[in-house]
């Protein structure tokens, strides 16, 4: 065994990876084309050419297919907000973060309406996004509360709580902005949407 990326260990975990892009860009395809719901794991396995077993070692759940990399995408937020100016406010510096998010993605702005339609219709969905996106606010809670004040304040426990509720704010107005986006078949500017959103809430 070895953990060179060269080495057994770094091509198992490529393999790993590869199959599970191609398994996730195959249920994409398939859910975008018959619906979340009408979509099975059978379905899914018998389009890749693999076994219901298999699939089920990379994936527990059809959920989990389409959200499995929002632990990631939480990971590449935070590195957007810790790369945003110091001196940045913290509505700002969580704006700019989630636009850099968004124009990441691997998707065309009609293949991520049609996904943000898919995962809004969808109650198990967005139960699981939910559960998932908690992890975010813990990732970004400590940049924001390091903007918050200035120094030794950011490890004073009130401000961990206003800290916390800051991003959870910010995080629920990109939800109801994507949700107004898709559910206005992109009529409505995402952006716009998220900056209406948290005017409401700052007034």
């Known amino acids: 065994m070895s953990d060179r990326e060269g080495g057994p260990t770094g ?3 490529r393999t790993r ?3 599970q892009a191609e398994i996730a860009a195959t ?3 398939l859910f975008l084309e018959h619906g979340f719901e009408a979509t099975t794991m059978e379905q899914i396995a018998g389009e890749i050419g693999i076994s219901r077993r298999s699939l089920f070692r990379y994936f527990g759940t059809k959920e989990d297919i389409v959200l499995g990399d929002h632990a990631e995408s939480g990971r590449v937020l935070r590195a957007a907000l810790e790369a945003r100016p110091a ?3 913290p509505w700002e510096a969580l704006r700019a973060a989630l636009r850099t998010l968004v124009e990441g993605l691997p998707y065309s702005p009609q293949e991520f309406l049609r996904i943000t339609g898919m995962l809004h219709a969808s109650a198990s969905l967005r139960a699981r996004r939910l559960e998932k996106q908690q992890q975010w606010t813990e990732l970004l809670v400590p940049d924001i509360a390091g903007r918050m004040d200035t120094g030794d304040a950011a490890g004073d426990p ?3 709580v206003r800290a916390r509720a800051l991003v959870a704010c910010a995080l629920t107005c990109s939800d109801v902005a994507l949700e107004a986006w898709a559910g206005s078949d992109g009529a409505v500017g995402l952006e716009q949407a998220f900056d209406e959103a948290v005017a409401a809430v700052r007034a």
């Open 11 to 13: 091509l198992r975990q």
């Open 17 to 19: 990876r590869a199959v």
């Open 27 to 29: 249920a994409m395809r």
């Open 87 to 89: 001196d940045e406010s």
């Open 158 to 160: 009130l401000t961990q």
